[in-house]
């Protein structure tokens, strides 16, 4: 047992894991608790608030993005996603990027009717949407890359983290829809070989306007991607 073993097993020892909605022991979400966790009863357009029936771009709005599909699998309002995401950022809770890469793809799984590692082809790359080194390094992790990893695993797609954001702007969460948009601009830089012909998972954890997933869809489609799907564990 390696010293990082044995300062885990002192850990849990002084503070338990117990299931963050109903304090039992062993778990962060517990089975049936995880079975209880409810998905977005339908998709709608980031930009208009139209409802979409079919995941792609709003018809409305379709000229504005990057993307060429969104899916969101929760609501950001529903109390039980919000404190598993708010645990995972704010507390530190890294074992919880685990249980929401699980909700997500139990999502997918039943949405498409099929295997989750079914649902994608070899071609396709699963992409974090980066946070800022600074930022990294204060909370010690990007939630969407902790999110990713297993999600990847899950999917049967491969995973990469190569798409940095190279300017440390104002958090997006204090700002209007206008000002988030030029609050983004050119903040990506994709330092990975040529997309061409790929089609990429886009995944972030939360999602408001779409600002920051539209302007990292647009700097992988500059460097060569076929499709890009943006996948979101919630919107607000």
């Known amino acids: 047992m390696n010293i990082k073993e ?4 002192l850990w849990d020892l002084i503070f338990p894991i117990e299931c963050i909605f109903c304090d039992d022991d062993g778990e962060w979400i517990c089975a049936s608790c995880f079975n209880k966790l ?4 339908f998709q709608t357009c980031p930009k208009c608030g139209r409802i979409n029936t079919n995941n792609k771009t709003c018809p409305h ?3 504005f993005f990057y993307f060429d599909k969104l899916t969101v699998v929760g609501d950001y309002n529903d109390e039980k996603i919000k404190k598993a995401i708010k645990l995972l950022k704010y507390k530190f809770i890294k074992d919880l990027s685990e249980k929401l890469s699980d909700y ?3 999502f997918l799984s039943e949405k498409n009717e099929k295997d989750a590692k079914k649902i994608y082809d070899q071609n396709t790359i699963l992409i974090p949407i980066p946070i800022h080194k600074k930022r990294e390094r204060w909370r010690g ?5 902790l999110i990713g990893e297993k999600l990847a ?17 104002k958090p997006q969460t204090k700002l209007k829809r206008e000002e988030r948009i030029k609050n983004i601009e050119n903040c990506f830089r994709w330092e990975g ?33 076929r499709k890009i799907e943006a996948l979101v564990v919630a919107s607000e």
């Open 6 to 9: 044995v300062i885990k097993n």
């Open 141 to 145: 992790f990007n939630q969407s890359k």
């Open 153 to 169: 695993d899950n999917l049967g797609v491969s995973f990469e983290n190569k798409l940095k954001r190279i300017k440390y702007k």
């Open 38 to 41: 409810k998905f977005k009863n």
């Open 61 to 63: 709005c379709s000229s």
């Open 193 to 225: 070989g040529s997309l061409e012909n790929k089609k990429i998972i886009l995944l972030d954890d939360v999602i408001t306007t779409g600002a920051t997933l539209n302007e990292a869809a647009r700097m992988l489609k500059e460097s060569g991607a």
């Open 104 to 106: 997500v793809t139990l």
